[in-house]
């Protein structure tokens, strides 16, 4: 068979474009929070109360691709979110940016944004197969060249909030998503489906529901899920409201997208290299290394170090963090049937979403009533303490069966 690359180009060209726009939000929306009301815990609100349509919709998103197709979800995703994404600056143009404007408009795309993402890990092993790629090296591309994307997008943010304002921000987040909806429409490949899969003739609600079926079926992929939520739940804090808190104190929006875009250069590294990795390392290891390296990196980082330490250790964290992702796609991509694959990567985004709805409220209101330095430390040991748990659970071997 005839080596293709062109699918597998024209998938990574989309999901760097969607990172890209993106992580810029991930950044630009809590900044437009702690603007408006100066508050930590109104920023967490808003990064809360946007989680709640990933959360609610993600099995219908994940059957939404399962049904109609991975790549054209891909396409439409995208277009959708450049709809919501032009919305801030218009709305900030005709009215004065409040919280509930900001609040409405990020739920807005929360609905659409996840499926993006997911719908592209879905299609990966479609595009791996025509270019004679193993799983482990398609995934570690694939997931380099994301967080290659969640690396530039932080610092564009930071340098275009500090130039441009932070609502005129999304008009450049706007655009990358219509880059990556372009580079999707270029994706030619067949897509891999199973014959007379049991409940895919079943009515909708059964069929959204076979994700959670297969996820609880499957101990290998349901302890590296766990795991992953641990990350979710106690770390994201830090990221999303700890960090932008500590930097909008001291004025300095350009310092945080230098950590966040070294904690994400660092991820592409430990991503890129994710198939060397297992050729000398378990799965199993792979994935303790990851889950002890954050915390030994937070802790230091808790204390607020000089610049160039907050740098240093956000290096670290992203090496650590970086064969993560390309362990999960991988487990995921082997041990789950092609015709569910967007159902239980849809639980995946389920986690990054449910994560911080349940705790981004909470650290808000932490750091307001405790400062920074002391709610940074204690999720920090908190990460160290569920990450102890995950290496030593007895079930983590499944990884490698």
């Known amino acids: 068979m005839q080596r293709k690359l062109a699918p597998f180009i024209f998938l990574q060209l989309a999901s760097f474009s969607s990172l890209i726009s993106g992580s810029m939000v991930f950044i630009a929306i809590p900044w437009i929070a702690l603007e408006i009301t100066g508050s930590a815990a109104s920023s967490g609100l808003v990064v809360a109360l946007t989680s709640i349509p990933g959360l609610l919709l993600s099995p219908i998103i994940g059957s939404v691709i399962d049904k109609i197709g991975r790549r054209k979800t891909a396409i439409w995703v995208e277009l959708l979110t450049v709809i919501t994404s032009v919305m801030i600056p218009i709305a900030a143009g005709f009215w004065e940016m409040t919280l509930p404007i900001l609040i409405g408009i990020g739920v807005l795309r929360a609905i659409v944004a996840p499926g993006g993402g997911t719908s592209r890990k879905a299609l990966v092993p479609d595009v791996a197969a025509p270019a004679n790629m193993t799983l482990d090296r398609a995934n570690s591309i694939h997931e380099a060249v994301a967080a290659s994307g969640f690396a530039i997008g932080p610092a564009l943010a930071s340098i275009l909030i500090a130039v441009i304002g932070s609502a005129n921000t999304f008009w450049v987040v706007a655009l990358f998503g219509l880059l990556s909806a372009v580079f999707a429409l270029f994706i030619k490949v067949e897509e891999q489906y199973e014959e007379d899969l049991v409940g895919d003739s079943q009515p909708f609600y059964v069929y959204a529901v076979q994700g959670f079926k297969a996820l609880f079926n499957t101990p290998s992929v349901f302890v590296l899920m766990s795991a992953i939520m ?14 932008p808190a500590y930097y909008n104190e001291i004025g300095f929006p350009e310092g945080l997208g ?8 660092a991820a592409v590294f430990g991503a890129l290299f994710f198939e060397q990795i297992h050729k000398r390392i378990s799965y199993t290891n792979i ?9 030994l990196s937070m802790i230091p980082m808790s204390q607020l170090p000089p610049q160039w330490l907050m740098v240093g250790f956000g290096i670290v964290l992203g090496a650590a963090w970086g064969p993560l ?15 569910m694959r967007g159902r239980v990567f849809s639980l995946e985004m389920t986690i990054w979403t449910a994560g911080p709805m349940i705790s981004m409220v909470a650290a808000g209101s932490a750091v307001d009533a405790f400062g920074v330095k002391p709610v940074y430390l204690a999720l920090s040991l908190g990460v160290l303490v569920a990450g102890a748990l995950v290496s030593f659970n007895k079930y983590i071997k499944e990884l490698d069966s």
């Open 258 to 265: 230098m950590v966040i875009s070294a904690m994400a250069a």
């Open 230 to 243: 641990v990350l979710a739940l106690i770390y994201l804090p830090t990221e999303m409201v700890i960090l």
């Open 325 to 339: 992702l390309p362990l999960l796609n991988t487990i995921i991509q082997t041990k789950i049937p092609a015709n």
């Open 287 to 295: 994935l303790r290394i990851g889950v002890i390296g954050v915390p």
